[in-house]
């Protein structure tokens, strides 16, 4: 089955730095997501990547799919107190370069704290 | 206000004890979906279902049934709980041409005692 590992499992940054989460998984990727979450609240669909090579943005956040569609990364610009959360990635481990039928596997999260 | 609602917010019960945990959806979305959150384990999808009637298992179906009469509702039944099923639960919903790309409910935080 397809395992999604994330990195780091936590960061602590100070308003104003920029950082960097990674998801990494063990087979190739045909639909990665990422969602944020809140502690102990619901999750927040953020961006979806399927194409290798692809970049998305939505405000300060940068979503990025490696060529080899095996990795993605994460990047905050800027971060601030509202980024701090956990954010996950997500993939359907039965998309074999078809549609996704929702069966949705998640990393292990990356809980971000930022310091004002 | 599209969301996603799920009862109760908050449960306390005993071993053995059946129990429903409601979900339901304003947004007329063919798919849903449970999760539970566990620490160290992450997010694990228990079932889902694409449309009305249908309904397949997730990574952790032991021990939870679901049932989808109807579009809006997707109700999460335990009909023996134990202990390892002290968890957060949450119901997501979606259109079904974008079912990773789900909204979520607010969780249920379940103790089995």
């Known amino acids: 089955s397809q395992e999604l590992e994330q990195s780091p499992q936590s960061l602590i940054v100070q308003e104003g730095k920029n950082l960097t989460i990674n998801c990494t998984s063990s087979?190739?990727?045909?639909?990665l997501y990422w969602y944020k979450q809140k502690y102990g609240e619901g999750l927040i669909f953020l961006m979806m990547?399927?194409?290798?090579?692809e970049e998305k943005s939505h405000e300060k956040i940068t979503a990025k799919l490696d060529e080899k569609k095996q990795q993605s990364s994460l990047h905050i610009t800027a971060s601030q107190p509202s980024h701090a959360g956990i954010y996950l990635c997500?993939?359907?481990?039965?998309?074999?370069?078809?549609?996704?039928?929702?069966?949705?596997?998640f990393g292990q999260g990356t809980i971000l704290t930022v310091h004002p | 206000e599209a969301q996603v609602t799920q009862n109760p917010r908050y449960l306390i019960t005993v071993t053995g004890k059946k129990l429903t945990v409601t979900c339901s959806q304003n947004?007329?979305?063919?798919?849903m979906s449970w999760y539970r959150q566990d620490p160290g384990l992450g997010l694990r999808q228990i079932y889902y279902s694409m449309n009305v009637e249908v309904t397949d298992k997730g990574d952790v179906p032991e021990g939870y049934k679901v049932s989808r009469k109807e579009k809006r509702n997707f109700p999460l039944i335990l009909e023996s709980p134990s202990p390892n099923q002290t968890s957060l639960y949450f119901c997501?919903?979606?259109?079904?041409?974008?079912?990773?790309?789900?909204?979520f409910g607010p969780g249920t935080r379940l103790t089995v005692l």
């Open positions: 087979k190739t990727l045909y639909g």
């Open positions: 997500g993939a359907d481990p039965t998309n074999a370069g078809g549609t996704s039928y929702g069966k949705l596997t």
């Open positions: 990547l399927q194409k290798g090579g």
């Open positions: 997501a919903s979606s259109f079904q041409g974008a079912v990773n790309e789900q909204f």
């Open positions: 947004m007329n979305h063919e798919y």
